[in-house]
């Protein structure tokens, strides 16, 4: 099951959000509390039916009760019946500056629909944002099968993805200096993973929003069941080497189709990540060309990926955006302390935010590409705005002038927001590389 409710655009198998109906809730709902270990099997069960109720193959059921971190987990409990769940993973995520700080990955939410409009969403969320705060986590990030849910709770959109759909029979890559240097070699995909995670870990400190990959999750990368397949092969693995130190890796399904006139298969790419420019057009050089295809899918890529600017036909990417991962500020003054910023700034924040009160003032931030600091003040402000849109621009990739021009951030002092919007930005494009 998916994070998109079978849209088939999510991530690798993990769950956020909850059903339609969970989305308007009014009154008390069941009592809230800390997932036992026992209940786990009970729990998941009421998630799965909010998402459709379609059975997961037993890997995939297995590896989520191995992630799910019970005492971060809350179900809601009509007497004896589970009618909520919600999760949160202990993630860290990198930041502009290259730190990597904790945020609570919030997950498996979802609601029974005999108990829809009881609170029982609103009470779930304000128990793990409290939670999330004593234990002293400046972040919470999620990601949303239905995006008009979470923003009365201070979730905003802080990353955007790609999806692509490459017509390689006419397009063609013009690849960099050094690109056939690189070997590229067949791998089955369990047996190479240390090296891909090595690759991974690499490429974590350098994209503000790629998750630092916690224990056990590696494993996620490489399950297989056929239920992933949509038709396709098992997963394949190709590495790229060079002077036998493994560089990159690409792991993908070939789904074969025949036409009257000849083969017309299809590249399902599931991840890449390489070390070096040769390293990643090699890649993508292979997908383009694999025998027998004529399309390369692929979800979820980043906004200014590489390839995109080799491209012979930009047009014929079939190139799609949308949302990625949300950020939420549940500390602010920690949260804006933790990253630094491209240029010099020093700003009065006038913070809104209803959900999570003690956010709420105004807050002096002072910073630059070395390092920040961030604290109460009662200086005049120089931006009013709520905590959405904190958490918006706080990984660089969307922008405080824009959503000044649409009415979310107020200047009160001129030149404070050209001054903020630049420090803010980052020079890459944030991006979730995995969902959860």
């Known amino acids: 099951m998916a994070t998109d409710n079978g849209t088939g655009q999510g991530d690798h198998g993990t769950h956020s959000g909850v059903g339609r109906g969970a989305a ?6 069941p009592d809230v509390r800390v997932l036992r270990p026992d209940e786990w099997d009970e729990w998941y069960d009421n998630l799965l039916r909010a998402f459709g109720g379609v059975p997961e193959a037993l890997g995939e059921r297995e590896l989520w009760k191995t992630l799910t971190e019970t005492d971060r987990s809350i179900g809601a409990w009509d007497g004896d019946v589970c009618v909520g769940t919600a999760g949160a993973f202990s993630f860290r995520l990198t930041v502009p500056g290259g730190a990597s700080v904790p945020a609570a990955g919030v997950t498996m939410v979802g609601v029974a629909a005999t108990h829809r409009r009881r609170g029982v969403l609103r009470s779930m969320m304000r128990r793990q944002l409290d939670d999330v705060r004593e234990w002293g986590w400046p972040l919470a990030v999620l990601t949303a099968s239905e995006p008009a849910i979470y923003g009365r709770f201070g979730y905003a959109a802080a990353t955007y993805c790609v999806n692509v759909e490459v017509d390689t029979a006419r397009v063609r890559l013009s690849v960099p200096p050094g690109t056939d240097d690189v070997r590229l070699r067949y791998a089955a995909p369990a047996d190479v993973l240390d090296a891909c995670e090595a690759v991974y870990a690499r490429r974590v400190p350098v994209r503000p929003g ?3 990959r916690m224990p056990g999750w590696k494993r996620a990368a490489v399950v297989d069941p056929e239920s992933r397949r949509q038709g396709a092969s098992p997963l394949q693995c190709v590495v790229a080497e060079r002077g036998g130190e493994v560089v990159g890796y690409a792991r993908f399904r070939v ?12 590249v399902l790419l599931q991840d890449t990540e390489a070390l070096d420019a040769a390293a990643h057009a090699a890649l993508w050089r292979f997908l383009f060309e694999i025998d027998l295809t004529s399309t390369l899918s692929a979800q979820g890529r980043p ?12 047009r014929r990417c079939g190139l799609r955006v949308r949302d990625s991962l949300f950020v939420r500020l549940v500390d602010v003054g920690a949260a804006l ?15 809104e935010d209803d959900f999570c009160p003690w956010n709420a003032g105004r807050w002096r931030l002072v910073g630059d590409a070395k390092g920040s600091s961030c604290a109460r003040t009662t200086d005049p402000a120089d931006l009013a705005l709520s905590v959405r849109e904190l958490g918006a621009a706080y990984l660089g990739g969307v922008s405080l002038a824009s959503l000044a021009a649409a009415g979310r951030v107020r200047e009160l002092r001129r030149g404070a927001l050209t001054e903020a919007a630049v420090a803010f930005g980052s020079p890459v494009a944030p991006w979730l590389p995995h969902g959860f």
């Open 210 to 212: 790629m998750l630092a």
């Open 337 to 351: 302390e933790a990253r630094t910023y491209q240029a010099p700034v020093d700003v009065v924040f006038e913070v």
């Open 24 to 29: 308007r809730e009014s009154g008390h709902g």
């Open 303 to 314: 906004l200014d990926e590489p390839w995109m600017s080799m491209v012979s036909d930009i």
């Open 255 to 266: 789904k074969p189709e025949w036409e009257t006139a000849g083969p017309k298969g299809e």
